[in-house]
């Protein structure tokens, strides 16, 4: 499978009417009387993107019970609405301006009507969790949102600190990007009453979910703003210190005081004025290298679980998912 657009797409066709009454769905959701919600909820859901996460789900759907299912449809269209409503959040967080190429929800109203309207995408998912009458369900998804915000505080906490470790570092995108893509797949085994397999579609998810969290902060180093849908050196210019900054700084604390010194004041002071001067300060090291080696292994370890489950189109076309965000790099 190519990586890029084209194959993606190719995945799409697989799921292919699921996915867009999955897609119909999220909107079909949305019901507040309140105008303002609704325009804003319209504009950061069309804003959209890949819609992975779902596309994951779905495809895990059929994995455990091939035919459609309208509850695995619901329950992944819940998924995207978690997942928008982390992205605006995170936004207001970062004062980002641009999402996916796009004008941010906050940019383009306000903070606050942004940060609201997140709160009603989490309360609205949860309304529509509830009409599954399952507990054990309800109870995934507590939890998990739950790990989800707490990944975000912990991200936050470590802002502008240049001490953070690769465990740290581990920790946060467990929380902010692997446990959605955990929920997602996880809640359809519960959907189905198959939890034989919801341990190996768990440590699927969470290896997946590292590897792309990985993929995309080298991108913040190695890419640039058409492809990426944002600034590039925005984690720079915010000071959060990712694998690649956490890596460079442990090269050249002893043997590069000088470019220690630049990368360390980057992290706890967060500028675009030294941007440049930064990105290649890492770029020297071996940092983007390393980086690219651990993402490769995540995925190799996501590819490797999916060895566990029953042979199906759906399970190949999850280890082409795999491959195709890790090409991201190639």
């Keep these: 499978m190519s990586s890029g657009k084209e194959g993606y797409s190719d995945l799409l066709k697989v799921v292919e009417s699921d996915f867009n009454t999955m897609d119909q769905m999220i909107f079909g959701q949305l019901n507040s009387k309140v105008k303002l919600v609704m325009a804003v909820s319209q504009h950061v859901i069309h804003a959209g993107g890949k819609r992975m996460r779902p596309l994951m789900g779905l495809l895990a759907a059929r994995a455990l019970k091939d035919e459609p299912s309208s509850d695995a449809m619901k329950l992944a269209a819940i998924t995207e609405m978690l997942h928008t409503a982390t ?11 641009l999402r996916r190429g796009e004008p941010t929800a906050n940019a383009t109203w306000d903070n606050p009507t942004a940060v609201l309207v997140g709160d009603y995408l989490i309360a609205r998912a949860f309304n529509l969790l509830v009409e599954f009458k399952n507990l054990e369900l309800l109870e995934l998804f507590s939890a998990g949102t739950c790990d989800i915000a707490e990944g975000e505080v ?11 470790t690769e465990e740290d570092y581990l920790a946060i995108i467990l929380g902010k990007t692997s446990r959605l893509f955990m929920l997602a797949t996880e809640g359809m085994c519960l959907l189905f009453n198959q939890r034989e397999h919801q341990q190996t579609f768990s440590e699927f998810s969470r290896h997946f979910g590292n590897a792309f969290q990985m993929v995309d902060d080298i991108l913040d180093y190695a890419s640039d703003s058409s492809v990426l849908g944002k600034n590039i050196g925005d984690d720079i210019a915010e000071g959060k210190p990712t694998l690649p900054m956490i890596r460079a700084l442990s090269q050249t604390r002893d043997s590069d005081p000088k470019a220690y010194q630049l990368l360390s004041a980057a992290v706890s002071s967060g500028t675009y ?14 940092s983007l290298d390393y980086c690219r080696e651990r993402a490769m292994d995540e995925s190799a370890k996501a590819t490797g679980c999916l060895e566990k489950l029953p042979a199906s189109k759906y399970v190949d076309t999850l280890k082409s998912l795999t491959q195709i965000s890790i090409n991201r790099i190639n």
């Excluded at 605006?88 to 970062?94: G, P």
């Design 87 to 97: 992205l605006v959040h995170d936004d207001v967080i970062d004062s980002s301006n």
């Design 154 to 164: 912990l991200q936050l906490q470590h802002q502008h600190n240049p001490e953070a």
């Design 273 to 286: 004025e030294s941007i440049d001067a930064v990105i290649e300060a890492v770029k020297m090291t071996d």
